[in-house]
């Protein structure tokens, strides 16, 4: 049994948390049309506190007054379930077998995020007929009505899967730390992005750091290497979140640490990423919502 399995078993977490769609307002009408945000978080290399970032970046967000949803896309080590204390019994393979629909397998974390579980099968987009694609496409086209943010919480490396769902997505959010190996691993992602897949843009977080000398001090290293290999590639530097004791008190809580520890030296600074995420990004033209995110995917395993 992998560990992933093991914590799986002793959560605790209710498995009916379901979130039923509401489409429609007091009046009986659908609500205005909303462009959500999409937001992939990746890395380079595992161990870099991805899926942390993801779940507390969540709850800032929709402290914020957003509606967010998580799509749980690590495949090899889905653990936004742990970390927000859940225990879902349906994932999005089913709604791609046509088995689910989305409002039975989407399920409610703390403070009113909502999480898409984690899937196995995204190939099977490749083999879907076109009625399962047009069924599968409206029922992400309700989503832009339910939400403002979409944060994917990608696999790291520069897996097929990784790069799947970093090129649907619209803005690419790279977690690395001041270790060599993880900013060796950065670059290597970036290179492969940029490359093979002409992605020219992403937002560099500094997890773990010391302090905020240090965190620019990787920034600006990574930069000049990628100015001088990577021409034209651009990259943004969203902060940093800094060392902070309170994320193992509230990993072993499965409580986000915002939540639990709301005045840990690490939560100003998830208020901040948020703040830049929504003012910074906002400055640039949307080119897709989750509709179109899932357009995008299904276009690229059948291509």
């Given amino acids: 049994m992998d560990q992933a399995t093991h914590l799986r078993r002793i959560i605790k977490g209710e498995s009916d948390k379901i979130i039923e769609f509401k489409n429609t307002n007091q009046n009986g009408t659908f609500s205005t049309p909303n462009t959500p945000r ?10 870099v506190g991805k899926t942390n970032i993801v779940g507390n970046l969540a709850i800032a967000f929709q402290r914020m007054g957003k509606r967010v949803l998580i799509f749980d896309a690590d495949l090899g080590l889905a653990n936004i379930d742990i970390i927000f204390g859940l225990n879902p019994v349906h994932n999005i393979d089913e709604v791609i077998r046509g088995e689910k629909d989305l409002s039975q397998i989407i399920v409610k974390g703390p403070e009113g995020v909502s999480v898409i579980p984690a ?33 994917i ?9 990784v790069i799947y769902f970093n090129l649907a997505a619209q803005e690419r959010i790279i977690v690395l ?37 240090q965190a620019r001090s990787v920034y600006e290293n990574l930069t000049k290497v990628a100015d001088k290999f990577l021409g034209g590639i651009s990259l943004d530097y969203s902060g940093y979140i800094p060392k902070d004791d309170f994320f193992v008190k509230a990993v072993s809580k499965r409580e986000p640490i915002l939540c639990s520890y709301p005045k840990a030296p690490s939560c100003k600074h998830f208020n901040q990423l948020a703040d830049y995420l929504l003012h910074q990004t906002n400055r640039r033209p949307v080119d897709g919502n989750i509709k179109f995110l899932w357009k995008r995917l299904i276009g690229q395993t059948a291509g």
């Fill in 119 to 151: 899937c196995s099968g995204v190939q099977e987009l490749a083999n879907l007929t076109e009625g399962h694609k047009i069924n599968l496409l409206n029922e992400f086209d309700n989503l832009n009505r339910m939400f403002d943010i979409l944060l």
């Fill in 177 to 213: 730390t001041p270790e060599p190996t993880s900013i060796t691993d950065a670059y290597a992602l970036l290179k492969v992005m940029f490359y093979k897949h002409g992605t020219k843009h992403f937002i560099l977080l500094i997890n773990m750091a010391g302090n905020d000398k």
């Fill in 153 to 161: 919480d990608t696999g790291a490396g520069i897996s097929s899967n």
């Fill in 38 to 47: 999409v937001f992939a978080v990746t890395s380079g290399k595992g161990g």
